[in-house]
Protein backbone atom coordinates (compact mmCIF):
# COMPACT_ATOMS: atom_id res chain seq x y z
CA UNK A 1 0.00 0.00 0.00
CA UNK A 2 1.55 3.29 -0.78
CA UNK A 3 1.58 6.24 1.24
CA UNK A 4 -0.58 8.56 0.81
CA UNK A 5 1.27 12.31 0.23
CA UNK A 6 -0.70 15.44 0.66
CA UNK A 7 -0.02 19.08 -0.32
CA UNK A 8 2.22 20.94 2.02
CA UNK A 9 -0.51 23.79 2.07
CA UNK A 10 -2.59 20.54 3.29
CA UNK A 11 -0.76 19.11 5.85
CA UNK A 12 -0.46 22.73 7.21
CA UNK A 13 -3.78 23.46 7.12
CA UNK A 14 -4.46 19.93 9.42
CA UNK A 15 -2.02 20.82 11.74
CA UNK A 16 -3.13 24.46 12.60
CA UNK A 17 -7.04 22.96 12.95
CA UNK A 18 -5.64 19.83 14.79
CA UNK A 19 -3.89 22.54 17.23
CA UNK A 20 -6.57 24.68 17.37
CA UNK A 21 -8.87 21.81 18.13
CA UNK A 22 -6.67 20.25 21.11
CA UNK A 23 -6.16 23.68 22.15
CA UNK A 24 -10.51 24.60 22.14
CA UNK A 25 -10.96 21.02 23.97
CA UNK A 26 -7.93 22.23 26.93
CA UNK A 27 -9.96 25.57 27.51
CA UNK A 28 -13.45 24.13 27.75
CA UNK A 29 -12.05 20.99 29.78
CA UNK A 30 -10.17 23.05 31.91
CA UNK A 31 -11.65 21.56 35.00
CA UNK A 32 -10.83 18.01 34.34
CA UNK A 33 -7.50 18.37 32.53
CA UNK A 34 -5.89 20.83 34.68
CA UNK A 35 -5.82 18.76 37.79
CA UNK A 36 -5.67 15.46 36.05
CA UNK A 37 -2.27 16.87 34.17
CA UNK A 38 -1.16 17.27 38.14
CA UNK A 39 -2.34 14.04 39.26
CA UNK A 40 -0.04 12.44 36.77
CA UNK A 41 2.85 14.79 38.00
CA UNK A 42 2.26 13.42 41.60
CA UNK A 43 1.55 9.79 40.67
CA UNK A 44 5.24 9.72 38.80
CA UNK A 45 6.82 11.24 42.14
CA UNK A 46 4.84 9.01 44.67
CA UNK A 47 5.11 5.87 42.11
CA UNK A 48 8.23 4.81 43.85
CA UNK A 49 7.04 4.70 47.25
CA UNK A 50 4.21 3.00 45.89
CA UNK A 51 6.22 0.04 44.78
CA UNK A 52 8.38 0.05 47.41
CA UNK A 53 5.23 -0.31 50.27
CA UNK A 54 3.99 -2.98 47.78
CA UNK A 55 7.31 -5.33 47.23
CA UNK A 56 9.12 -4.97 50.46
CA UNK A 57 6.35 -4.62 52.64
CA UNK A 58 3.58 -6.45 50.66
CA UNK A 59 0.68 -3.79 50.91
CA UNK A 60 -2.15 -4.23 48.58
CA UNK A 61 -2.80 -2.00 45.68
CA UNK A 62 -5.40 -0.03 47.66
CA UNK A 63 -3.20 0.37 51.16
CA UNK A 64 -0.10 1.50 49.30
CA UNK A 65 -2.41 3.87 46.98
CA UNK A 66 -3.83 5.57 49.83
CA UNK A 67 -0.93 5.55 52.04
CA UNK A 68 0.74 7.90 48.94
CA UNK A 69 -2.68 9.64 48.43
CA UNK A 70 -2.12 10.44 52.99
CA UNK A 71 1.33 11.32 52.61
CA UNK A 72 0.74 13.45 49.89
CA UNK A 73 -2.28 15.43 51.46
CA UNK A 74 -0.07 15.64 54.44
CA UNK A 75 2.11 18.16 52.64
CA UNK A 76 -0.57 19.99 51.25
CA UNK A 77 -2.64 20.51 54.39
CA UNK A 78 0.51 21.66 55.81
CA UNK A 79 1.18 24.16 52.84
CA UNK A 80 -1.94 25.58 53.50
CA UNK A 81 -2.20 25.80 56.93
CA UNK A 82 0.84 27.61 56.82
CA UNK A 83 -0.23 30.06 53.94
CA UNK A 84 -3.45 30.46 56.16
CA UNK A 85 -1.67 31.21 59.05
CA UNK A 86 0.64 34.08 57.74
CA UNK A 87 -1.99 35.36 55.43
CA UNK A 88 -4.29 36.07 58.90
CA UNK A 89 -1.16 37.50 60.12
CA UNK A 90 -0.90 39.99 57.37
CA UNK A 91 -4.69 40.54 57.15
CA UNK A 92 -4.33 41.81 60.56
CA UNK A 93 -2.21 44.04 59.37
CA UNK A 94 -3.21 45.29 56.32
CA UNK A 95 -4.58 48.33 57.90
CA UNK A 96 -1.19 49.59 59.06
CA UNK A 97 0.72 48.46 55.47
CA UNK A 98 -1.57 50.87 54.37
CA UNK A 99 -1.01 53.79 55.89
CA UNK A 100 3.04 52.82 56.11
CA UNK A 101 2.59 52.94 51.64
CA UNK A 102 1.24 56.29 52.16
CA UNK A 103 3.08 57.72 54.50
CA UNK A 104 6.45 55.82 52.57
CA UNK A 105 5.16 57.31 48.85
CA UNK A 106 5.07 60.89 50.69
CA UNK A 107 8.54 60.90 52.20
CA UNK A 108 9.43 59.67 48.38
CA UNK A 109 7.95 62.52 47.11
CA UNK A 110 9.48 65.09 49.48
CA UNK A 111 13.21 63.63 48.85
CA UNK A 112 12.79 63.63 45.44
CA UNK A 113 11.47 67.34 45.07
CA UNK A 114 14.09 67.96 47.47
CA UNK A 115 17.48 66.11 45.95
CA UNK A 116 16.51 66.78 42.10
CA UNK A 117 14.55 70.09 42.47
CA UNK A 118 11.58 68.29 40.39
CA UNK A 119 7.92 69.28 40.64
CA UNK A 120 6.58 66.16 41.55
CA UNK A 121 3.62 66.85 43.37
CA UNK A 122 1.03 66.71 40.56
CA UNK A 123 2.70 63.45 39.23
CA UNK A 124 2.87 62.07 42.53
CA UNK A 125 -0.87 62.87 43.49
CA UNK A 126 -1.92 60.64 40.73
CA UNK A 127 0.33 57.87 41.86
CA UNK A 128 -1.16 58.00 45.24
CA UNK A 129 -4.65 58.17 44.24
CA UNK A 130 -3.84 55.08 42.29
CA UNK A 131 -2.23 52.76 45.52
CA UNK A 132 -5.30 54.54 47.50
CA UNK A 133 -8.24 53.11 45.30
CA UNK A 134 -5.52 49.55 45.32
CA UNK A 135 -5.72 49.55 48.78
CA UNK A 136 -8.84 50.17 49.41
CA UNK A 137 -10.89 48.17 47.33
CA UNK A 138 -10.34 45.34 50.58
CA UNK A 139 -13.87 44.11 49.69
CA UNK A 140 -12.77 43.24 45.96
CA UNK A 141 -9.35 41.63 47.20
CA UNK A 142 -11.60 39.67 50.04
CA UNK A 143 -13.87 38.14 47.42
CA UNK A 144 -10.83 37.10 44.48
CA UNK A 145 -9.19 35.89 47.60
CA UNK A 146 -12.14 33.82 48.41
CA UNK A 147 -13.14 32.50 44.73
CA UNK A 148 -9.68 31.90 44.41
CA UNK A 149 -9.58 29.52 47.38
CA UNK A 150 -12.75 27.69 46.39
CA UNK A 151 -11.58 27.14 43.05
CA UNK A 152 -8.98 26.20 44.18
CA UNK A 153 -9.81 23.43 46.94
CA UNK A 154 -11.94 22.18 43.97
CA UNK A 155 -8.85 21.99 41.62
CA UNK A 156 -7.01 19.62 44.71
CA UNK A 157 -10.01 17.37 45.06
CA UNK A 158 -10.52 16.45 41.52
CA UNK A 159 -6.63 15.83 41.57
CA UNK A 160 -6.35 13.59 44.70
CA UNK A 161 -9.67 11.66 42.95
CA UNK A 162 -7.23 11.42 39.86
CA UNK A 163 -4.20 10.66 41.80
CA UNK A 164 -6.08 7.51 43.53
CA UNK A 165 -7.30 5.87 40.36
CA UNK A 166 -3.67 6.55 38.23
CA UNK A 167 -1.88 5.08 40.91
CA UNK A 168 -4.59 2.01 41.21
CA UNK A 169 -4.80 0.97 37.94
CA UNK A 170 -1.36 1.99 36.53
CA UNK A 171 -0.64 -1.37 35.40
CA UNK A 172 -3.94 -1.08 33.17
CA UNK A 173 -2.82 1.97 31.80
CA UNK A 174 0.80 0.81 30.97
CA UNK A 175 -0.47 -1.77 29.50
CA UNK A 176 -3.13 0.05 27.54
CA UNK A 177 -0.55 2.00 26.01
CA UNK A 178 2.03 -0.78 25.27
CA UNK A 179 -1.24 -2.39 23.04
CA UNK A 180 -1.45 0.75 21.11
CA UNK A 181 1.75 -0.19 19.21
CA UNK A 182 2.53 -3.21 17.29
CA UNK A 183 4.42 -6.04 18.99
CA UNK A 184 7.61 -5.30 17.19
CA UNK A 185 7.81 -1.92 18.28
CA UNK A 186 7.38 -3.18 22.04
CA UNK A 187 11.33 -3.28 23.04
CA UNK A 188 11.64 0.56 21.85
CA UNK A 189 8.42 1.59 23.26
CA UNK A 190 8.92 0.27 26.78
CA UNK A 191 12.45 1.49 26.72
CA UNK A 192 10.92 5.01 25.94
CA UNK A 193 8.39 4.87 28.55
CA UNK A 194 10.76 4.03 31.25
CA UNK A 195 13.29 6.35 30.60
CA UNK A 196 10.37 9.31 30.38
CA UNK A 197 8.73 8.54 33.65
CA UNK A 198 12.79 8.34 35.15
CA UNK A 199 13.13 11.50 33.99
CA UNK A 200 10.17 12.97 34.82
CA UNK A 201 10.39 11.33 38.55
CA UNK A 202 13.93 13.15 38.65
CA UNK A 203 12.41 16.58 37.12
CA UNK A 204 9.57 17.00 39.73
CA UNK A 205 11.80 15.78 42.78
CA UNK A 206 14.34 18.13 41.57
CA UNK A 207 11.77 20.99 41.19
CA UNK A 208 10.40 20.27 44.77
CA UNK A 209 14.12 20.26 46.11
CA UNK A 210 14.55 23.78 44.08
CA UNK A 211 11.61 25.21 45.87
CA UNK A 212 12.89 24.38 49.41
CA UNK A 213 16.36 25.56 48.57
CA UNK A 214 15.21 29.16 47.17
CA UNK A 215 12.68 29.52 49.88
CA UNK A 216 15.14 28.82 52.77
CA UNK A 217 18.01 31.06 51.28
CA UNK A 218 15.19 33.90 50.51
CA UNK A 219 13.87 33.57 54.25
CA UNK A 220 17.30 33.75 55.23
CA UNK A 221 17.97 37.36 53.46
CA UNK A 222 15.06 38.83 54.06
CA UNK A 223 15.35 38.04 57.75
CA UNK A 224 18.88 39.19 57.93
CA UNK A 225 17.27 42.36 56.02
CA UNK A 226 14.69 43.17 58.59
CA UNK A 227 11.87 42.82 56.41
CA UNK A 228 8.72 41.58 57.68
CA UNK A 229 6.84 38.64 57.01
CA UNK A 230 9.97 36.91 55.49
CA UNK A 231 9.22 33.26 55.90
CA UNK A 232 5.89 34.03 53.97
CA UNK A 233 7.48 35.91 51.32
CA UNK A 234 10.51 33.41 51.12
CA UNK A 235 8.02 30.45 51.06
CA UNK A 236 6.18 32.56 48.26
CA UNK A 237 9.68 32.70 46.31
CA UNK A 238 10.59 29.30 46.32
CA UNK A 239 6.80 28.53 44.88
CA UNK A 240 6.52 30.95 42.11
CA UNK A 241 10.22 30.18 41.53
CA UNK A 242 8.61 26.95 39.09
CA UNK A 243 7.48 29.86 36.96
CA UNK A 244 11.07 31.35 35.31
CA UNK A 245 11.62 34.19 34.76
CA UNK A 246 8.27 35.65 35.84
CA UNK A 247 8.08 34.23 39.39
CA UNK A 248 11.06 35.29 40.90
CA UNK A 249 10.43 38.67 39.20
CA UNK A 250 6.59 39.11 40.38
CA UNK A 251 7.80 37.85 44.31
CA UNK A 252 11.27 40.58 43.91
CA UNK A 253 8.58 43.48 43.40
CA UNK A 254 6.17 41.81 46.18
CA UNK A 255 9.44 41.78 48.74
CA UNK A 256 10.51 45.45 47.68
CA UNK A 257 6.84 46.63 48.08
CA UNK A 258 6.62 44.79 51.94
CA UNK A 259 10.12 46.53 52.37
CA UNK A 260 9.41 50.04 51.14
CA UNK A 261 5.98 49.75 53.02
CA UNK A 262 7.27 48.82 56.24
CA UNK A 263 9.31 51.70 56.22
CA UNK A 264 12.63 49.98 55.42
CA UNK A 265 15.62 51.62 54.06
CA UNK A 266 16.94 47.98 52.54
CA UNK A 267 14.53 47.58 50.03
CA UNK A 268 17.61 48.14 47.55
CA UNK A 269 19.29 45.51 49.20
CA UNK A 270 16.00 43.51 49.19
CA UNK A 271 16.01 43.72 45.32
CA UNK A 272 20.26 43.01 44.75
CA UNK A 273 19.75 39.80 46.89
CA UNK A 274 17.19 38.58 44.71
CA UNK A 275 19.18 38.95 41.57
CA UNK A 276 22.32 36.92 43.32
CA UNK A 277 19.36 34.06 44.65
CA UNK A 278 18.12 34.35 40.70
CA UNK A 279 21.86 34.15 39.57
CA UNK A 280 22.96 31.11 41.86
CA UNK A 281 19.47 29.40 41.40
CA UNK A 282 20.24 29.53 37.28
CA UNK A 283 23.83 28.71 37.34
CA UNK A 284 24.44 26.11 40.44
CA UNK A 285 20.93 24.99 41.85
CA UNK A 286 18.94 24.29 38.69
CA UNK A 287 21.89 22.69 36.60
CA UNK A 288 22.72 20.47 39.55
CA UNK A 289 19.11 19.42 40.77
CA UNK A 290 17.36 19.16 37.61
CA UNK A 291 19.52 19.14 34.94
CA UNK A 292 19.65 20.43 30.94
CA UNK A 293 17.79 17.13 29.73
CA UNK A 294 14.37 19.07 30.51
CA UNK A 295 15.31 22.31 30.17
CA UNK A 296 13.13 24.79 28.08
CA UNK A 297 14.81 27.69 26.61
CA UNK A 298 13.82 31.32 27.01
CA UNK A 299 11.57 31.83 24.20
CA UNK A 300 9.64 28.38 24.45
CA UNK A 301 9.02 29.16 28.36
CA UNK A 302 7.60 32.44 27.89
CA UNK A 303 5.39 31.21 25.06
CA UNK A 304 4.51 27.94 27.54
CA UNK A 305 3.58 30.84 29.88
CA UNK A 306 1.28 32.39 28.08
CA UNK A 307 -0.65 29.88 26.45
CA UNK A 308 -1.05 27.93 30.01
CA UNK A 309 -2.47 31.37 31.51
CA UNK A 310 -4.53 31.79 28.52
CA UNK A 311 -5.95 28.29 29.13
CA UNK A 312 -6.13 27.03 32.50
CA UNK A 313 -5.11 30.55 34.33
CA UNK A 314 -2.86 30.38 37.18
CA UNK A 315 -2.33 26.48 37.29
CA UNK A 316 -1.72 26.72 33.81
CA UNK A 317 1.30 28.57 34.51
CA UNK A 318 2.63 26.11 36.93
CA UNK A 319 1.38 22.74 34.73
CA UNK A 320 3.18 25.07 31.28
CA UNK A 321 6.86 24.31 31.87
CA UNK A 322 6.63 20.13 33.26
CA UNK A 323 4.04 19.71 30.27
CA UNK A 324 6.58 21.08 27.91
CA UNK A 325 9.51 19.24 29.66
CA UNK A 326 7.36 16.23 28.63
CA UNK A 327 6.91 16.89 24.82
CA UNK A 328 10.93 17.71 25.03
CA UNK A 329 11.19 14.10 26.09
CA UNK A 330 8.40 12.26 23.95
CA UNK A 331 9.91 14.31 20.47
CA UNK A 332 13.49 13.56 21.05
CA UNK A 333 12.34 9.77 21.43
CA UNK A 334 9.68 9.61 18.31
CA UNK A 335 11.39 9.30 14.76
CA UNK A 336 10.44 12.75 12.65
CA UNK A 337 10.25 14.82 15.81
CA UNK A 338 13.76 15.25 17.01
CA UNK A 339 13.67 18.76 15.68
CA UNK A 340 10.97 19.37 17.48
CA UNK A 341 12.61 18.14 20.85
CA UNK A 342 15.78 19.97 19.59
CA UNK A 343 14.01 23.63 19.28
CA UNK A 344 12.54 23.34 22.86
CA UNK A 345 15.81 22.93 24.49
CA UNK A 346 18.63 24.97 24.60
CA UNK A 347 21.34 25.52 21.99
CA UNK A 348 23.70 22.56 22.29
CA UNK A 349 27.22 23.13 23.38
CA UNK A 350 29.32 20.19 22.26
CA UNK A 351 32.42 19.28 24.40
CA UNK A 352 31.36 21.18 27.24
CA UNK A 353 32.17 19.48 30.60
CA UNK A 354 29.79 19.56 33.47
CA UNK A 355 30.16 21.40 36.19
CA UNK A 356 31.63 19.98 40.10
CA UNK A 357 31.19 21.34 43.35
CA UNK A 358 33.51 19.39 46.05
CA UNK A 359 31.70 20.06 49.83
CA UNK A 360 34.10 17.68 51.54
CA UNK A 361 36.92 15.40 50.69
CA UNK A 362 33.84 12.75 49.86
CA UNK A 363 31.21 14.39 48.95
CA UNK A 364 31.58 15.95 45.03
CA UNK A 365 27.97 17.61 43.66
CA UNK A 366 28.43 17.22 39.37
CA UNK A 367 26.12 19.16 37.47
CA UNK A 368 23.29 16.58 35.67
CA UNK A 369 22.92 15.94 31.89
Same mark, same amino acid.
Given at each position: ?25 ? *? ?8 ? %?? /?? +? &?? =?? !? #? ?7 ? *? ?8 ? %?? /?? +? &?? =?? !? #? ?140 LTSILLSLLGVKYAILLGVLTGLLNVIPYVGIIFSALIACLIS ?110
Open positions: MKDLKLPFVLRLAMVLISILAIGYLA *KVGKGVLAPL %FF /SV +L &MA =LL !F #LPFANFLER *KLRFSRTIST %FS /SL +L &MM =LF !F #LTGLVYFFSTQLSDFANDFPILKAQVSKSFNELQIWVSKNFHLNFNKQMSYINQGIEKLLASTALILGFTVSMFSSTMAFFLFSALFFIFILNYRRLLYQFIISIFNDQHFERVNEGISEIQKIIKEYISGLFIQIIIISSFATGGTHTLFVLIGYGVIHAIDGNIILPLVVGSKVKINALFTFIGLLIGEELWGIAGMFLSIPFLAILKIIFERVEGLQPWGKVLGEESKPHKPRKKYKITKKITLEEKE
